[in-house]
C-alpha cells in the first residue's frame, strides 16, 4: 500500500467523508462509479414496472400516489447520476454504458407486475429491501452518495409504507385480492431475497468495498435482517410466505429460511429474466426516440449563448 | 353565504363540473402513460408532476360533482364507472400522446386555457369553484411556464425539432377551438357569475399562444376550423380505448376497495 | 363408447382444454389486431382469415371445457370473464405484434407446433378432441403453409427484410421452448392415451422449422433458454393489457346479452 | 360526336357489356377509373372505423363475424382494384393518389364508431345504403365493373342482415344497449343520408354518367328509395329516426324528411370530418411501415426467377 492509500484508508478509519476533488485510489472511484451508476440505472429502469399500473391504477388516490412515488423515483436516479458525476463520468455516459449491456440495474426490476397486488409488494418488499441496504450506506464513506443516501432512505420508508397500506388492503379485502396478494408474494419473495446478493463468501469486491466503506454490512446479515422484519409483517397481513423450511430459531434470534435459486437469479443476471429485453429495449426506445428533443434543447441553449455574447 | 343552489340548477352545475374535472382527468391520464419514457430524466420528473396534479385538480372536480350530483357517486364511481359518452372532457386531451411535441404542443394548448379560465374562475361567486381555481390554478401557472419555454426552445431548436413541432401545432389546432365553445351550460354558468363564458376567454389565450409561437419561429394555422363534441359526450375514437385500460380493475372487481 | 371420465379426471382435461382454447384465442386477438393496417391488401385477407380460424377454434376448445367444467360457463364466461392469472395460453400467443415480421414469425413458430399438435390429436381416445382437431388441422395446415412461405419469401429477400427475420427470429425464440414443456396435466393426458406429450413433438418440429430457416436463410439461434409460465398462469405485462381492451363490454355491461 | 362515340353510345343503349379491350371515350375511361378507385378505396378505409371495435367484440360469435366482414370488404378491394386495373390503371398508382389526396373514398368513414351499435349502424345504415346504390350498378355498362358489383352484392345484403341483427339485441337489450343502439342511429341517420351524394340538380356529372350506364338512378331516387326501406325497420326495432319533419306522404307513396346538412358534407369532403385525417394517416402508415415486405417479396420473386430461367 503506498503511502497516498494508507492515508486515504486511514481518513476512512476516522470516519471522514472523501470528496470528489480529494485523492483517491482508482480501484474506489471506480467500484463507486459502478455501484452509484447501477444504483441510478435501477432507479430509472425501476419506473417501468411500475408505470405499467399507472394507468390502471384502482382509485385516482392510488393513482396520484403512485405517480407520486414514480417521480421520487427518477428524482433519486437524479442525484444518483449527479453524485457519479462528481466522480468524473458523466450522466449520458452511464446511459450508453446501460443501454450497451455494459451495466447492470437491480435484477428485481426484470420480474413482471401482474396484478395490481404487485404494485404493494414492489413497495413492501422491494423498497423494504432497498432500504435495508441502503440505510448502512447514509453512512458510506463517500460524501455525495453519502448525501444522497440520506435523501433516499426518507423517501424510501415513506414508500414502502404506501406499499404495506397496498398489502393491507388487498390481504383483507375480496377473496380475489387476497389470492392477489398471496400470489403477489410467492412471486417476489424470493426475487427479493435476491436483492442482498449472493452469499459474502462467494464474493471476491466484498472485503476491500467493506474497507472503504463503500458496503457496511455482509449480504446475509441483511438478507437476515430483511427476512426478521419481514416474516411477522406477512403473517399480520395473514400471507403465507412461500417457504416450507422457515422458522423460528430462538437460538440464533432470527429466522432459518431457504435460500433463493441462486442459478435462477445468475440466470436473470446473464439477461434470461422474464423482462430484461423489454426493459432495456424500452429504456433504448425511449432514449432514441428522445434524441430529437435532447438536440433541439441542445441546439436552443447555444443560439441563445451566441444572441446573449452578440448583445454584450 | 350564497348557495350555489340560489343561482343555478344543479344538474347545469354537475355538466359543467364534469366537463373540468373529465378534461384534467384524461389529460392527466395521457400524460401519466409517459412513466419512464421520456427523452430526459427531468422529463420523467416533469410529466409525473404533470399528471400527478392534473389527477388531483380532477379529484376535486369530481368530487364536488358527485356532491352536486347527491346521487352517492364520488371521483371514483365518476371516473371509473362511467362509459365514453358520458364523458365531458374536451376533445385535445384524449388526443394520443404521439411523440414527446406532440404531447408537449397539446400541454402548451390546455394550459395556456387553462390558465386564463381558472384566473377568473377565482372570483367565481360559488366559494367551492373558487377555492379549486386557486389551488388548481398556482399549479396551472407553472405547467404554462414550462410548456411554453419547452415550446420556445424545441419550435427555435434544430430544423428537425422545429418541424416536429409545426407538425404538432398544425395537427392539433382543429381541436383547439372547442375549448372556446359556449353552450346552454356555459351561459347559465356565466350568466349566474359562477363561470366566465369561453368565448370571453379566446382574446387572451390567442395574444398567449401567440407571441409563444412567434418566439418560437412557429406559423400559427390560419384555419378556424374546430372539431367539436367532447364537452357534449361526442368523443374520438380514442377515448374508449384509454377507458378500457383505466376502468379495468374497477369493472372487473366491482365493490371491491382498493 | 369410453367416456372421457372414464380416462382421466375432469379437472385436468379443463385444464389442458383451457391451454388449447386460450392459445387459440389470445394470438387469435393479436393477429385480429392488424385489421386494415396489413402492408398489402392480400395480407389482409389473410390475417383476417387466420384471426377467423383461431377464434373460431378457441370457441370450439373453450365451449368443451365449460362443459367439462361443468360450471355453467361456456365461451364467452372463459373469454371474457377471467382475469390475466386464469389464462393458460403459451407466453408467444401474446407477445406483441411488432412489426410485420414479428407478426409472421409467432404465427409461423406457432402454426408448425399446431399442426403437430393438432396432427396427433387427431387419433385422440377422446372423441370430441379428435373432432375439432380435424376441423383445426385443416386451416392450420393452410396458416403453416402460408407462413412458411412467407417467412421463406422475406427471410431470402432484400437484406432488409431478411434482418427484421432474423431479428423477429431472435425476439421470439425464448419463447418457443414452452410449447414442448410438460408438466402433470401433459403427463396425464398422454398416460390416458387422449394427446401427445409435448415433449415428442419437437423433434419433428425442430425439422419443420429447421428447414424453413435454411431456406430462408435465416440463422435458428442456439440457445435453449425457453420463459415459462403462461400454461400455468404467469404471464407477461402484456396479457393483462389486452384482456382490459378485449373484455370491456362484458365487464362493463354485465348480464347484458349481445 | 364522332362515329365512334355514337357506335359506343348505341352499344350502350342495347344493353351490351364494354370489355376492357374495347374502344371507350377518354372520358368514359376516366370517370369509371376515378368511380372504381374509389370505390375501392371505400372499402379499404372502411376496414378501419370496424376494426376499432373487431378487439372489443362483446362475444366471440360476433367477433368472428365481424371478422368476416371485413375480410370481405378487404376482398371487395381487390376486385375493384383488379376491374380498375382492366382500365390501365395499376392499384399502387391507385394507392399512391389516395394517400396524396388525390382521389377521396366515401366520406361516411370518417365518422368515428363510438359503441359497439355503431357496429349495428354501419351494417344496417351504411351497408345498406351502399347496396341501395350498387345494386342498379350489377347493370353497369362496364363489364368487369358489373360482374365486380354482382358478388359484392351478395356479399352486402348479407352484412346488412348481421348489422341489423345487431340493432335488433340492442335496441331490445338492457337500456343502456337501447340507448346505444338509439345513440348509433342518431349519428349516422343523416350521414347515411348523405352517401347518395347531393340532389342531382347540383351534380354536372350526372347526366352523362347516366347516358353511360355507369350511373344508373339519380341520387335523389336512391335516398327516397332508402328511407322507404328503412324508416319501417326503425320503427320495428322501436327507435325514432332524428328528423322531427318525417312524415309519411300517400301522394307520393314514399315519406317526406329532411336534407342532411350539405354544408356537414362539403366540410368532410374538404377534410374536416371527425377522422379524415386519422383514417388516411393509418392508411399511409400502414403503406410506409409495409414497405420493406413489399420490397422482400418482389425480391424474392425476381431471385427466383433467375434461378429457374437459370436452371433451364
Not at chain 1, 433519486?76 to 446501460?98: K, Q
Not at chain 1, 448525501?147 to 398489502?167: L, N, P, T, W, Y
Not at chain 2, 416533469?46 to 371521483?75: F, H, M, P, S, T
Request: aromatic letters at 8%; charged letters at 25%; a negative charge.
Amino acid at each position: 500500500m503506498s503511502e497516498e492509500e494508507r492515508a486515504f484508508q486511514e481518513r476512512i478509519d476516522r470516519g471522514e467523508k472523501i470528496e470528489p476533488t480529494d485523492w483517491m485510489p482508482e480501484g474506489y472511484r471506480k467500484t463507486l462509479i459502478r455501484q452509484i451508476g447501477q444504483h441510478a440505472h435501477s432507479e430509472i429502469v425501476g419506473q417501468l414496472p411500475e408505470g405499467n399500473w399507472i394507468t390502471r391504477a384502482p382509485t385516482l388516490e392510488r393513482k396520484v400516489i403512485l405517480l407520486a412515488k414514480v417521480q421520487d423515483e427518477a428524482g433519486h436516479g437524479l442525484y444518483l447520476y449527479c453524485a457519479a458525476e462528481t466522480l468524473g463520468v458523466s450522466r449520458d455516459e452511464l446511459i450508453e454504458l446501460l443501454h450497451a449491456g455494459k451495466m447492470k440495474y437491480s435484477s428485481i426490476f426484470n420480474y413482471p407486475t401482474l396484478t395490481w397486488a404487485d404494485i404493494g409488494a414492489v413497495g413492501w418488499l422491494v423498497d423494504g429491501a432497498a432500504i435495508m441496504n441502503q440505510v448502512p450506506l447514509q453512512r458510506t464513506s463517500f460524501g455525495p452518495y453519502s448525501r444522497a443516501m440520506v435523501r433516499i432512505c426518507k423517501e424510501e420508508s415513506f414508500h414502502q409504507r404506501q406499499g404495506f397500506d397496498i398489502m393491507m388492503k388487498m390481504a383483507g379485502g375480496t377473496p380475489e385480492q387476497h389470492r392477489m396478494a398471496q400470489d403477489a408474494l410467492n412471486r417476489f419473495w424470493y426475487p427479493s431475497l435476491m436483492m442482498f446478493g449472493p452469499s459474502d463468501k462467494e464474493s471476491v469486491h466484498s472485503a476491500q468495498s467493506m474497507s472503504w466503506k463503500i458496503k457496511i454490512n455482509t449480504n446475509d446479515e441483511l438478507r437476515q435482517k430483511f427476512v426478521d422484519q419481514t416474516v411477522p409483517q406477512a403473517e399480520y397481513l395473514g400471507l403465507t410466505v412461500p417457504d416450507d423450511q422457515l422458522k423460528w430459531n430462538q437460538e440464533k434470534n432470527g429466522y432459518d429460511f431457504s435460500e433463493p435459486d441462486w442459478s435462477e437469479f445468475f440466470e436473470v443476471l446473464k439477461g434470461n429474466g422474464p423482462c430484461n429485453k423489454e426493459r432495456l429495449d424500452a429504456r433504448i426506445k425511449a432514449w432514441e426516440d428522445g434524441a430529437w428533443v435532447r438536440d433541439g434543447l441542445m441546439a436552443h441553449a447555444d443560439k441563445s449563448t451566441v444572441a446573449r455574447t452578440a448583445a454584450e | 353565504m350564497i348557495q350555489e343552489s340560489d343561482l343555478i340548477a344543479s344538474d347545469i352545475l354537475y355538466e359543467w363540473l364534469l366537463r373540468r374535472g373529465d378534461t384534467a382527468l384524461i389529460l392527466g391520464h395521457r400524460v401519466s402513460e409517459w412513466c419512464g419514457h421520456a427523452p430526459v430524466l427531468e422529463e420523467d420528473i416533469a410529466l409525473a408532476n404533470i399528471a400527478l396534479d392534473l389527477i388531483g385538480q380532477a379529484r376535486l372536480w369530481l368530487g364536488y360533482a358527485g356532491e352536486v350530483e347527491d346521487k352517492g357517486r364520488g371521483e371514483n364511481e365518476l371516473a371509473f364507472l362511467r362509459d365514453a359518452w358520458d364523458f365531458r372532457n374536451v376533445l385535445l386531451a384524449e388526443q394520443p400522446n404521439g411523440d414527446f411535441g406532440k404531447t408537449l404542443m397539446r400541454q402548451f394548448l390546455i394550459d395556456a386555457w387553462q390558465d386564463a379560465l381558472l384566473s377568473a374562475l377565482k372570483t367565481s361567486a360559488n366559494e367551492r369553484i373558487a377555492e379549486i381555481a386557486v389551488k388548481a390554478g398556482k399549479e396551472v401557472t407553472y405547467h404554462l411556464d414550462r410548456s411554453s419555454d419547452l415550446v420556445i426552445r424545441l419550435g427555435d431548436g434544430t430544423q428537425e425539432s422545429h418541424r416536429r413541432m409545426q407538425a404538432a401545432l398544425d395537427a392539433l389546432w382543429p381541436y383547439a377551438g372547442e375549448m372556446f365553445s359556449a353552450d346552454a351550460v356555459d351561459e347559465a354558468m356565466a350568466a349566474a357569475g359562477l363561470a366566465p363564458n369561453p368565448q370571453t376567454l379566446r382574446p387572451g389565450w390567442d395574444e398567449t399562444v401567440g407571441e409563444v409561437f412567434k418566439q418560437a419561429t412557429l406559423t400559427q394555422p390560419q384555419s378556424d376550423f374546430a372539431h367539436k363534441g367532447g364537452l357534449t359526450g361526442r368523443h374520438s375514437e380514442h377515448l374508449g380505448h384509454l377507458l378500457s385500460e383505466m376502468q379495468f380493475l374497477q369493472r372487473a372487481y366491482p365493490g371491491a376497495a382498493w
